[in-house]
């Protein structure tokens, strides 16, 4: 079964900071990888997604993710932070078999940037 | 804006009442997901649609159901309600099944 674990429920920077958020996933097969952000009483938004073509994945707003077959890992990260990035992360695995393609989510990890 | 929309943004019933919330997908989008987002089971899949058809069931309860229909939107029924129902429920779509899924912004449901 495939799972997803975020490490740490809440990550504090500051505004310039770089910004590291960790995930690590567990799949039989080769996965599908995905980071949501999600901002106060709004929906998930797609920031990026792995999908084998390369380890190095470029997202929206600066965010990028790097895929670490190795270490099962595939961490967020964000050279500097923006106010504006405070909100909660979703690192989500998908695999593509006969039972569908759902997303499996982790916990979140909520990000706080400070002044 | 992600092309899904969700209907009502809120909801605010009794326990024991039923409810149908309602998801159209993006254009040309065929596959429907619902999530149930709760502070304590966090984001859970609850079952996926692809053009009609049911594709996959996660931890749905047996007094929730949903369908797709032939434009492709999407209605979840829940029944029976009990307090413990009360969470966001977001729809998402995929153009098909091994694409990424755009979310709406969610119908929260409150059990009184």
């Known amino acids: 079964a495939q799972s997803v674990t975020q490490l740490g429920s809440h990550v504090s920077v500051s505004e310039g900071a770089l910004v590291l958020l960790r995930c690590n996933y567990s799949?039989?097969?080769?996965?599908?990888l995905f980071w949501y952000v999600q901002y106060p009483n709004q929906g998930l938004q797609l920031l990026l997604k792995?999908?084998?073509?390369?380890?190095l994945v470029k997202g929206i707003n600066g965010f990028e993710a790097e895929f670490k077959k190795s270490e099962t890992s595939f961490h967020l990260t964000k050279p500097s932070a923006h106010m504006s990035d405070a909100a909660e992360y979703f690192c989500?695995?998908?695999?593509?078999?006969?039972?569908?393609?759902?997303?499996?989510f982790g916990k979140g990890t909520t990000l706080s940037v400070s002044s | 804006d992600s092309g899904v929309t969700q209907t009502p943004k809120h909801l605010i019933t009794a326990t024991g009442q039923r409810v149908t919330l309602r998801c159209s997908p993006r254009?040309?989008?065929?596959?429907v997901y619902w999530y149930q987002q709760s502070l304590d089971q966090g984001l859970q899949f609850l079952i996926q649609?692809?053009?009609?058809?049911?594709?996959a069931k996660g931890n749905i309860l047996e007094r929730f159901s949903a369908q797709q229909f032939p434009d492709l939107h999407s209605e979840l029924n829940l029944s029976s309600l009990e307090l413990g129902d009360s969470a966001l429920y977001f729809c998402?779509?995929?153009?098909?099944?091994?694409?990424?899924?755009?979310f709406g912004p969610g119908t929260r449901l409150t059990v009184l």
């Open positions: 998402a779509s995929s153009v098909r099944e091994y694409n990424e899924q755009f």
């Open positions: 989500a695995v998908s695999v593509a078999n006969q039972a569908g393609t759902a997303l499996i």
């Open positions: 649609y692809y053009n009609g058809e049911e594709r």
């Open positions: 799949s039989s097969v080769p996965p599908y």
């Open positions: 254009s040309g989008d065929l596959s």
């Open positions: 792995y999908t084998s073509a390369a380890t």
